[in-house]
């Protein structure tokens, strides 16, 4: 934190600092579930509290996490939408030098890459972050039967893709 | 086939390893970027218009002495923030405001502007500032800014309140007189909020104005939620403290 960050800080700052510290890695990481890279991770990360803090003093305290998850998750949507051509640069693992020949992590992760954007968001959202149906249904903007039927067709195809993770590799935004 | 459980520590693991992670630093300067063309954006319309109105007459507040300059050698205000080195007048600036509406908390920001900038300009290039700009969190529906400096030469001088007029709500344009020039206390919406503005331009054409933006759904719910009345704002508008010379690059 600079000097003069501090002395152009204004009063609310404070909490907003407070927000992003303890809410930055779980976000990375709904991120990361939702579009299959970090850097694409971090991106919608950083936006997201960037649209945090413009909008900081008219969030309700108690409605802020709700509030943020939504951004986060429209910010992904955008995210994954504006990507839809970097197909080639998507199916190169951030962990090029990981050395495990099978890797659980990457196998669930390019298993999610194949379903399209909202199911993983679906999934991330009430299996990452166990969120129960209806805040999922808030952050999605969805109706409660929406979200509950979207997520048992995403289970059952993310079954499917990782009975044969050799057909793993489409990406069907 | 696996369960649930499974799944959440299958999820678990995937995402487990941050690399990295979004800097707080660039979250807050980036958003302090868009709150302050966000703001700006609200000069727009009325205000704006009446504040480019304004003619030049490249000299400060007559009758109220020639105003800060923009480098003063007074030691800083006691509690005032330094928002741009190198000048005092930031500070100045939030005292002024602290003395008339000591209920208001600490600005968010004070910053210089130019005829080429709706909202900050480079808070290096304070000394070609042509005005100076305070901007307030009153609340979580109500943002205020305070504007001082003056308008762009050639412009149209105060237009005052067109005749009869009546803004949306029944709120009234209003004039004054002020110790040397006429003060406005008009009010306009921009569809999701509602922006009461008193304003205060000087004979030389130097302007102060007073902006409160209230988030509301009427006219009746922004007035009730609105900290102040043109009252209030009257002494704020008239304190020479707030003026300041013509930039000598802009005369």
């Not at chain 1, 002395?7 to 579930?33: D, I, N, V």
């Not at chain 2, 727009?44 to 002495?65: E, H, K, N, Q």
């Not at chain 2, 020639?66 to 330094?82: F, I, K, N, R």
Request: aromatic residues 8%; hydrophobic residues 35%.
């Amino acid at each position: 934190m600079g000097p003069s960050r501090t002395s152009r800080a204004p009063t609310w700052e404070s909490t907003y600092c407070e927000f992003f510290h303890a809410r930055q890695r779980g976000f990375m990481r709904t991120s990361y579930a939702i579009l299959g890279s970090w850097a694409a991770a971090e991106d919608a990360t950083q936006t997201t509290f960037t649209q945090l803090y413009v909008h900081w003093p008219r969030i309700r305290s108690e409605t802020r996490d709700a509030y943020a998850r939504r951004v986060l998750v429209n910010t992904c949507l955008a995210a994954a939408r504006s990507r839809r051509r970097e197909l080639v640069v998507d199916e190169v693992p951030d962990r090029a030098a990981d050395p495990a020949p099978y890797d659980e992590r990457l196998d669930l992760i390019a298993a999610l890459r194949s379903l399209p954007v909202r199911d993983r968001a679906v999934l991330a959202l009430r299996f990452l972050d166990d969120l129960p149906v209806a805040a999922v249904a808030d952050a999605l903007r969805l109706p409660e039967g929406t979200v509950k039927s979207q997520t048992a067709r995403a289970l059952e195809r993310l079954h499917a893709l990782l009975a044969s993770p050799q057909e793993t590799h489409h990406d069907h935004r | 086939m696996i369960t649930d459980s499974e799944l959440r520590e299958h999820f678990a693991l995937a995402t487990d390893d941050v690399p990295s992670g979004p800097d707080l630093e660039t979250s807050i300067n980036r958003g302090r970027r868009s709150r302050r063309r966000r703001r700006a954006g609200l000069l727009g319309g009325a205000v704006a218009g009446m504040i480019a109105a304004a003619a030049v007459a490249g000299i400060a507040l007559s009758g109220s002495g020639t105003g800060s300059d923009l480098v003063a050698t007074d030691p800083a205000p006691s509690g005032a923030a330094d928002f741009v080195s190198g000048t005092d007048h930031d500070q100045l600036v939030e005292r002024t405001v602290a003395r008339h509406l000591p209920s208001l908390p600490r600005p968010d920001d004070v910053y210089p502007s130019d005829w080429d900038h709706r909202g900050p300009m480079p808070d290096a290039d304070f000394a070609d500032a042509t005005d100076w700009q305070a901007a307030y969190t009153v609340s979580p529906t109500e943002e205020l800014l305070v504007l001082s400096g003056y308008a762009p030469p050639g412009e149209k001088a105060d237009p005052g309140c067109p005749g009869g007029r009546t803004t949306s709500g029944g709120i009234g344009c209003h004039r004054t007189p002020g110790p040397d020039g006429w003060i406005t206390d008009d009010a306009y919406t921009t569809g999701d909020a509602y922006v009461f503005y008193s304003t205060y331009v000087v004979r030389s054409g130097f302007t102060t104005t007073v902006l409160e933006t209230v988030t509301a759904s009427s006219w009746d719910e922004a007035l009730d939620r609105r900290a102040f009345v043109p009252d209030d704002l009257h002494p704020l508008l008239t304190d020479a403290d707030l003026a300041f010379p013509l930039p000598a690059s802009r005369r």
